[in-house]
Structure formats: C-alpha cells, structure tokens
C-alpha cells in the first residue's frame, strides 16, 4: 500500500501550459504539504494544509495554487508555466502539526517546462 | 536568518564509519529531523533530538548540541545502499522543518 502517491511522476509541458499535479495519502494525516526541490537539491516548502485550511503559504507565485478537497488530498495547480518551475515537487503529510510529527514524503513529481 | 550548513560531499569505504555534521541558525527550535534521500526518491525519515545527546538506532546515531547549534549524523558498518543525500532539518518556532542541501554520501567497496 502507498502511504502518500503523487501523479504523475514525470511531466513534461511547453511553456505558458497550465498543469496539475495531485496528491492523496492514505494514513490518515491531517497536515499536507507541497514542497519544491530545485536542481541545487535544497527542498523548499510551499503550501502546507491542516485539516483542509491553507496554514503556511511561502512565498510563491499566485500562478501556483493549492487545492484541498477533503484531508487526504492536496492538489497542485499551476498556471502560465515558466522555465524556472522546471524542478521535482514532493507532496508529504504527518499526522498534524505537532513538533514531533515525522513528515512521510510521496515519490514526486518530475516537472520539466520546455 | 535561518541557515543549515552541511558539507556537500563526503565519501567512506564499506564496513567504516562516517559522521555528518550540520550547524544551524534558525529562528526559534523545535527539534532536529535527519532524512536520507537515494538519488531521485523522495526523503525518508532517519531521526530526530529534541534534547541534547546521543540517540542510537541501530547502525545510525543522531546527537544534538542546541547551544551550539550542532547536530551530527553518525553511520556505523557502512553498507552501499547507505550510499545517499543525508538532509539535516532542524524546526523552527512556527514547525516549519529548514531544510539544508544535504550531504551527498558516496560510498566504495
């Protein structure tokens, strides 16, 4: 059984496309997360969601939107693509957020933009 | 600011031992997480201290200074698969996990 899944694994997009990326775990957690990794490796949260509310939100483009349809999932929704989103985004969850909540990450998402 | 620094690159022989240290400059602490990464995977949890000292899991070991600012990773009977990103992160006063680059571990037979 997958803990935490994302799809797709790779994705590959022209320029200026708008794109999805969903996420779904099944243990039961009330925190998601979405977390970006860039070519330089460094792992950079994005949005993070309690119980379906938004409670972190970085500093990030608004053409990049969260969508939480119930607490097991956590969508990524990203318009007008650019080259500089081209990375591998990983969705992760924990139980909530107390301090000692280990964060289960999903495989990732691969995105390149051409 | 929030700073994690780690070496980028370390490389052990298998059956050594090695030890990756990390400092850290965070606002607030709430604990310090170690994930390991195979290359193009996703992190997986390793440990983490709250308190100061030494924790043993098996042939890993994590210790914390939080005066200093210091964690180490410590692996014993190094294995190939042990061959990994190791990503320090410690957790400042609003839960949020900082995330350093890692240290890319490269092991020989």
């Known amino acids: 059984d997958t803990a935490v899944s994302q799809t797709p694994k790779y994705l590959v997009t022209q320029m200026g496309n708008d794109k999805s990326i969903k996420c779904e775990q099944n243990l039961g957690h009330d925190t998601m997360y979405w977390y970006k990794q860039d070519s330089k490796k460094f792992l950079k949260i994005m949005f993070s969601?309690?119980?379906?509310?938004?409670?972190i939100n970085e500093t990030v483009p608004n053409r990049f939107s969260p969508k939480s349809p119930d607490k097991a999932h956590l969508n990524l929704h990203i318009n007008s693509l650019e080259l500089g989103d081209s990375a591998v985004y990983f969705c992760?969850?924990?139980?909530?957020?107390?301090?000692?909540?280990?964060?289960?990450f999903g495989p990732g998402t691969r995105l390149t933009v051409l | 600011g929030q700073n994690i620094d780690q070496p980028t690159e370390m490389t052990a022989t298998e059956g050594a031992i090695v030890q990756i240290n990390c400092t850290y400059q965070t606002s607030g602490f709430n604990g310090l997480f170690w994930y390991q990464q195979h290359a193009g995977e996703a992190p997986t949890f390793l440990s983490y201290n709250v308190l100061d000292g030494l924790e043993e899991k098996g042939r890993f070991s994590s210790f914390l200074s939080r005066s200093k600012g210091y964690s180490y990773l410590l692996l014993k009977e190094l294995q190939m698969k042990d061959s990994a990103s190791y990503l320090c992160?410690?957790?400042?006063?609003?839960?949020?996990?900082?995330w350093g680059a890692g240290t890319k571990l490269i092991i020989k037979p």
């Open positions: 969601y309690n119980n379906k509310e938004l409670i």
């Open positions: 992760a969850s924990s139980q909530d957020m107390r301090v000692t909540d280990t964060q289960y």
């Open positions: 992160a410690p957790m400042d006063s609003n839960y949020q996990l900082i």
